[in-house]
């Protein structure tokens, strides 16, 4: 019997390191600057999608916060990690300098090591982004719909200071 217990009490030791490395998830807090993108030049100087040269991450066990550039001015997104919308209004500049409130919606969710953000607005645009981190770098498999032609890519960051 006793030998049974410590048969048993040496497998559970040796299962749980592997469990709790199975549930950990990574953290992209930092600051990131733009390295390059496939397709080259993606998708150029317009369009919703535009690379940010530089995106500060900021993630806590509830929340990611996303900072990016677009157009001149910042724009700073909040992402819940249990799954539930977030939606807010914000004033927004058009490329041709327009300025619009825009009610935005995001949400997140998990796959795996992968974390998939999900960013919709009132000016029909839906945007995907998956972020995984490898080799020190930000990797962002980024899927756009838009009035107009919709757009893939993927985008590398380095880790910045």
Known sequence: MLKRVVLSLMALALALPGAARAQAKPDFSGSWTFAASTPANYP?????????????????????????????????????????????????????????????????????????????????NQLRDVLSLSGGGLTIVRATEQPGPSTNATLTYNKGS
């Not at 900072?67 to 939606?87: E, F, N």
């Not at 500049?93 to 409130?101: E, F, H, K, L, Y």
Request: aromatic residues 10%; charged residues 15%; proline residues 4%.
């Open 44 to 124: 150029g100087s317009a369009g919703w999608g535009v690379p940010s040269p530089t995106v500060v991450v900021k993630q806590s066990a509830t929340e990611i916060t996303v900072a990016s550039a677009q157009y001149g001015g910042q724009l700073t997104v909040v992402y819940k990690l249990d799954g539930s919308d977030t939606i807010w209004e914000a004033p927004s500049t058009t490329q041709s300098g327009s300025t619009a409130i825009v009610k935005w919606r995001t949400k997140a969710r998990w796959d795996g090591n992968k974390l998939i953000l999900f960013t919709w607005n009132t000016a029909l």
